[in-house]
């Protein structure tokens, strides 16, 4: 009479269930597993991997996947998990992806081609904090190319799990054409569990699949508190932005429609909602075979040897980037630059890179360095081992810190 959980549930329809149960994903598990792909170590190198010609099977099947969501809901750390390998930078603090990039997952006959967008933010947040143009031009872009929409809520903060953010609201009216999915992340630090039915129903208008959800209505005690209205959470010059369609590039919808939503908490037209942990590999994999039966025909985009379109370079900085968001305090990590100086092979094969960082403060450039350079030296060592798993050799990483004049 209760709901139990079940980790990587979702809701979904019996016909759904079946094709998912007999279809792929149960196919793959008696098969020969497959180590993920890796990145070539040389610029040169994932540049020719990149414009190798797709090496597809007759029965060839396809799915761009566009994950979007507001800022640190989980999106680089379940496109890693989906991958196998770390990829794309992931911290506790908002804004770590700061442009589009692609992830690509090419299992039996299937190209799965994640599309790991940053959180979709507004020009007053992005003035405020000093963001590139990137944050709010490129999750736009990426899914007006997408098969699928994941739409990524932490139901770990209680904030953002009880309405959906309202520029993701926005992406899912601008494209209706595109079918969407609801993930609930970081169900693991949820302790209520029998409220997730609550949250799916206040998230998706009570509807999935055009099937109502039936949940059990909960009598709430005299003292407990009345959620805000959405028109409250935002302060009053964003507001009006949002209103005047002034936050979104381009915004195709009307004054009256940007109206409509804001009166809305969830997304009725949702085709599944998922609950699960995005660093749990077994959950992940729940939501990888749903990918895989979602597939239509159709030609690869790229060789099955390709993990990411993003450069050696790339990966590199990202990854520092990524610890410096997670040692150092508030602004610092966001005001440091980055310039590569040393990039070569050394004498026993290991690969030997040399960073220097530019902070714009004395008292920034101290804290990069740490007492006795115990800082830098930690994220150089940390660093050097995400980039050896992702490049599959030996990482001798060196970073120097200089005040930028």
């Known amino acids: 009479h209760g709901f139990i959980f079940t980790p990587a549930c979702f809701i979904t329809s019996e016909a759904f269930l079946g094709g998912v149960m007999k279809g792929t994903a ?72 700061r442009s589009r990039s692609l992830g690509v997952l090419t299992e039996d006959n299937t190209q799965i081609i994640l599309l790991d967008t940053p959180g979709l933010t507004t020009p007053f947040k992005a003035k405020r904090h000093q963001l590139e143009k990137s944050l709010l031009v490129d999750p736009w872009n990426t899914v007006k190319e997408a098969d699928l929409m994941v739409v990524m809520v932490d139901v770990s903060d209680r904030w953002m799990c009880s309405a959906l953010d309202f520029e993701v609201l926005k ?33 998706t208008c009570g509807v999935v699949n055009g099937q109502r959800v039936r949940v059990r209505p909960v ?29 979104t590039p381009n915004s195709v919808l009307s004054k009256e429609k940007l109206k409509q939503l804001r009166s809305q908490r969830g997304w009725p037209h949702f085709k599944d909602v998922f609950m699960l942990s995005s660093v749990d590999r077994e959950d992940v994999e729940t939501l990888k075979s749903y990918f895989l039966v979602e597939a239509k025909p159709g030609p690869w985009k790229y060789h099955s040897e390709v993990l990411t379109d993003q450069s050696p370079e790339d990966i590199c900085t990202n990854i520092i980037r990524e610890k410096l968001l997670e040692y150092l305090p508030q602004e610092v990590p966001y005001s440091v630059t980055q310039s590569i100086e040393l990039w070569q092979d050394g004498e026993n094969g290991e690969l030997d890179i040399s960073v220097k960082l530019y902070t714009k403060k004395e008292s920034h450039m101290s804290m990069v360095i740490g007492t006795a350079g115990k800082m830098v030296a930690r994220i150089a060592r940390e660093a050097g081992d995400d980039l050896s798993r992702v490049y599959l050799r030996d990482v001798r990483l060196k970073i120097a810190a200089k005040l930028k004049k």
Not at 41 to 64: A, I, N, T
Not at 178 to 185: R, S, W
Not at 223 to 241: C, F, I, M, Q, V
């Open 26 to 97: 149960a196919e793959t598990d008696d098969g020969v597993y497959h180590l993920p792909a890796s990145v070539p170590p040389e610029s040169s190198e994932q540049v020719s991997l990149l414009h190798r010609h797709p090496d597809q099977p007759p029965d060839s099947k396809v799915l761009k996947v566009a994950i979007i969501g507001a800022p640190n809901a989980g999106k680089s750390t379940l496109s890693n998990q989906l991958l196998g390998r770390k990829v794309f930078a992931v911290s506790k603090k908002v804004h770590t992806t």
């Open 171 to 203: 992406c899912l009216a601008e494209h209706p054409h595109i079918p969407a999915i609801l993930v609930l992340n970081k169900v693991d630090l949820f302790k209520a569990k029998s409220r997730l039915l609550d949250i799916t129903a206040q998230l």
């Open 219 to 247: 009598i709430k005690p005299p003292w407990a508190k009345k959620e805000p209205e959405r028109s409250s959470e935002l302060p009053p010059d964003e507001d009006t932005a949002a209103l005047e369609g002034g936050e």
